[in-house]
């Protein structure tokens, strides 16, 4: 009796995180990807962009780009709108608008691989190979596939104004660039010296000292090793020197496809037999 007392006055106070029963507003934007793709720094450069007078750190951020799945209610119900949600949700269309961030699978496997390590799922010397063969087959996170997720989203919103499409690589390569494209997106000045800023403040080494000084105040780091960092290499590419060709193989055969059409040159021609998932469904020609 007194549990489900406290847990109808938590209700009423909000005091809980309202995951996919989060009602949502029409001018709700989401930024979402598939886990391991950038949507962290990305929530910081955004933000810094939206919110250029607030301390963003790993304590703040789920106020400022909030998460359902760690976010209180309430903190959802005070925020000022339009809001800006964060989600590794496959293709939901009830999201009015959205931002997908989109990474090199090579890259997200090798970053997915050494977050588990972090976070106890798997041991160091855990073999590459168990961990390709799982990640390829949705088993990795519980948000299926990386092919999955892409998929679902470009196959439903490509070339809609509702969407916009963010490549890792893009915002590393030329990050200005690439928030000034949010900004328009979200309806904000693309500033030069706001956006220069917002880079500024949410660059790699600035996110480690946060980090380092926050470890035991955010749920993304508090109860994961300490001896490993959250925010790695913070790069592209770097599946060329830290994946096995038999790997890379692996993952090209599964969506090579897929990697053509968003730009991601192949180092091996798919095998012959394995259709792609979903390859019929894809938009014709790559990504501009």
């Known amino acids: 009796m007194i549990a489900r007392l406290i847990a109808g006055s938590k209700r009423i106070l909000g005091m809980y995180r309202p995951?996919?029963?989060?009602?949502?507003?029409?001018?709700?934007?989401f930024l979402v990807s598939f886990p391991k793709s950038?949507?962290?720094?990305?929530?910081?450069?955004?933000?810094?962009?939206?919110?250029?007078?607030?301390?963003?750190?790993?304590?703040?951020?789920?106020?400022?780009?909030?998460d359902p799945f760690v976010?209180?209610?309430?903190d959802f119900d005070s925020m000022p709108r339009p809001r800006i949600i964060k989600s590794h949700e496959c293709f939901e269309p009830r999201y009015p608008r959205a931002m997908y961030i989109v990474r090199d699978p090579r890259d997200v496997v090798i970053s997915q691989y050494h977050y588990h390590r972090k976070?106890?799922?798997?041991?160091d010397g855990y073999p590459m190979e168990k961990f390709v063969t799982r990640f390829l087959a949705?088993?990795?996170?519980?948000?299926?596939?990386?092919?999955?997720s892409?998929?679902?989203?470009?196959?439903?919103?490509?070339?809609?104004?509702?969407?916009?499409?963010?490549?890792?690589?893009?915002?590393?390569?030329d990050p200005h660039r690439e928030l000034a494209r949010v900004a328009t997106f979200l309806n904000i000045p693309p500033d030069p010296e706001r956006i220069s800023k917002a880079v500024e403040r949410s660059a790699a080494e600035n996110m480690?000292?946060?980090?380092?000084?926050?470890?035991?105040?955010?749920?993304?780091?508090?109860?994961?090793?300490?001896?490993?960092?959250?925010?790695?290499?913070?790069?592209?590419?770097?599946?060329?020197?830290?994946?096995?060709?038999?790997?890379?193989?692996?993952?090209?055969?599964?969506w090579g496809h897929i990697m053509t059409f968003?730009?991601?040159?192949?180092?091996?021609?798919?095998?012959?037999?394995?259709?792609?998932?979903?390859?019929?469904?894809?938009?014709?020609?790559?990504?501009r």
Not at 138 to 148: A, E, K, R, Y
């Open 19 to 29: 995951r996919r029963d989060l009602l949502i507003w029409p001018d709700d934007v």
């Open 38 to 66: 950038g949507n962290t720094w990305t929530r910081f450069l955004i933000a810094n962009l939206v919110y250029p007078n607030d301390r963003v750190d790993f304590a703040s951020i789920h106020k400022l780009v909030p």
């Open 71 to 74: 976010t209180w209610k309430r």
């Open 119 to 123: 976070c106890n799922k798997i041991e």
């Open 138 to 148: 949705g088993d990795t996170c519980p948000h299926g596939s990386w092919g999955q």
């Open 150 to 173: 892409v998929t679902t989203w470009i196959t439903s919103r490509y070339n809609d104004p509702r969407f916009l499409l963010l490549r890792y690589e893009d915002l590393v390569s």
């Open 208 to 254: 480690r000292k946060l980090e380092k000084a926050q470890s035991d105040k955010s749920s993304l780091t508090k109860d994961s090793r300490k001896d490993l960092s959250f925010v790695r290499a913070a790069k592209s590419g770097g599946w060329r020197n830290d994946l096995p060709e038999q790997y890379v193989a692996q993952i090209e055969a599964k």
């Open 262 to 287: 968003l730009n991601y040159p192949l180092l091996t021609r798919p095998a012959a037999g394995l259709e792609p998932e979903l390859a019929g469904f894809m938009p014709s020609g790559p990504v």
